[in-house]
């Protein structure tokens, strides 16, 4: 098992920069991709960014791409997604998630996942 627990999510204004974390604890942290996802009111669940085990490989929803960023530590079992050039469109609650594989993480493919974390940007 492994346990994953957001925080950093709130309240911004357009432009703002936010940064969110997830702490892991369980089976080995560098077993596994991990990866950001987020949820609108009304909408599908959508994959948001991953990064392979040791950071190497990222990917990024097209829309955020030069806005976000994921990374790793794995001294701390912890992933970030720092969020700069916040946008009304970027509300959700966002979700950490981890995956066997970076593969997995961009097709949703996921074993374990956050309880998530409310990120509300207003214009």
């Known amino acids: 098992q492994v346990q994953l627990v957001e925080s950093g999510g709130g309240l911004m204004q357009a432009g703002d920069s936010l940064i969110l974390s997830c702490s892991a604890s369980?089976?080995?942290?560098?077993?596994?991709?991990m990866g950001w996802f987020r949820q609108a009111p009304g909408k599908e669940r959508e994959f948001v960014a991953a990064i392979d085990w040791n950071g190497g490989n990222r990917y990024y929803l097209e829309s955020v791409k030069g806005r976000f960023t994921i990374s790793r530590d794995n001294a701390k079992n912890t992933v970030y997604l720092e969020m700069n050039s916040l946008k009304p469109e970027d509300t959700a609650i966002y979700y950490c998630?981890?995956?066997?594989?970076?593969?997995?993480?961009?097709?949703?493919?996921?074993?374990?996942w956050g309880q998530g974390t409310q990120v509300t940007v207003s214009s």
């Open positions: 998630a981890a995956a066997p594989s970076l593969l997995d993480v961009a097709t949703m493919t996921v074993e374990y």
């Open positions: 369980g089976r080995t942290f560098t077993n596994y991709a």
